[in-house]
């Protein structure tokens, strides 16, 4: 029974833990690393044809976006996850395939202009299938046997729609030993989905930290803050561009721009146009739609009274990329949701390039920006920002909306620990910028007086005995993007370079005759390779 970290450890994305019980292979989330060394840092530290089950909290890519990944090396056992966060992961997992072939090809057109090899997407539309077709829907509340001496559960944990916490029992030598992963734990009213519920108890915790250091504002009342934005922005003549991750957060905004145009708060610009521009948003959308049960009791009233809550007059969803181009061609003062939320791919970068530079434009930030993000620098103040290979300036107004947030901030995550009715063994602290995890972990430790650890990456426990049986590291932090980080296949080279490492500081302590033969090995791949 022995659990590994080997992503979101220290870090904000890329959350995968590893569970090795009753001869069973688990991963708990597989998500993709997000920030500009992408293709850096997406190898997979285990051997993905071994893999029994992912366990999946959400659809979220830094969650999810690795099990093409996986099934395109050779996973064919089963994803488990709730009903709608199977379909969600059907529209984004696609979406993320769509975006890498994308990129690739346009980055080896560039390529080959200056003479590079081409590089690989790194995975395909046809992985992106292949990993569709293994999900397993589990409902929530529902205890579901997976193996001998391995049952498993879902429970609402109020962070995007069908997004979950997810119990583990296993039992070995007749010990039965019960792991809590929190997934990313939900804030409280959020709209359209319901309160984050709360677990009774486990052995081990592993609990996210993205915002373990901080208290939300007191949340503003979003109708009247994004309408104050709507109004002075319309009232200069500009748009209000919106980077929004496509799916929960659209929702939401969608959510509030139908209260402020049924309120009428908005003056000068009657039925003014708003448009969701980005095809995984307008899916997204429908699939909250169809998953209207998992609303919360606002959101059903209001159906009730024949509302829909996402819907209203002049919301523009059908629009082909060239449809996409023209938005901003046209002068009338206008709203445009579009995607990616950190700015770093899809139309968003488009909108970006067209309405940075007017200073009558708004550009509102609504959710979190990791390091190294397009998203990151604007709202930390960059002068001027790198689209397309193009300097634009950044003259628009910048504004963060804050407090509309998916995640918990420190109350809300000592909340959900708060409702565990006995101490656990151990509580692992993963899933946050690295002061952030260190940070939390302390405040938890003087908070419930057991061990707590923030692990690094690779890190693996013995939980029969709660011992640490393998140290991991501490990988760099996301560097902004001014850095020169290698992208493409040499990206893929240092990656596995930093992967040897990972394997060497496996091997300490090993028997002299293997780690004798291993560092013959390297010295001969490297005797191979200097040239
Ligand atoms: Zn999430």
Redesign the pocket.
Known sequence: MKLSFLGAAHEVTGSCHYLQACGKKILIDCGMQQGPDEYERQELPVTPGEIDYVLLT?A?I??SGRIPLLAKYGFRGSVCATEATGDLCAIMLRDSAHIQEFEAEWKNRKGKRAGRDPIEPMYTMEDAEKAISLFMPCSYGKTVHLEEGISIRFTDVG??MGSASIEVWVTENGITKKIAFSG?VGNLNQPLINDPSYLMGADYIVIESTYGTRTHQKPPDYCEALAEIIQRTFDRGGNVVIPSFAVGRTQELLYFIREIKERQIITGHPNFPVYVDSPLAIEATQIFDRNRENYDFEAIELLRRGINPIQFPNLITAVTSEESKNINFDTTPKVIISASGMCEAGRIKHHLKHNLWREECTIVFVGYQAHGTTGRLIVEGAPSVKLFGESIDVNAEVVRLEGLS?HADQPGLLRWLDSFTYPPEHIFVVHGEASICDTFSQILTDRYHVPVTAPDFGEEYDLLHNVKIRDGIRRPEVQTKSSSLPTGVFGRLIAAGKRLMVVIEHNRGGANKDLARFADQINALCEKWNR
Do not use: R, T
Request: proline share 0%.
């Open positions: 959400h979220h830094d969650h962070h995007l990313d998916g």
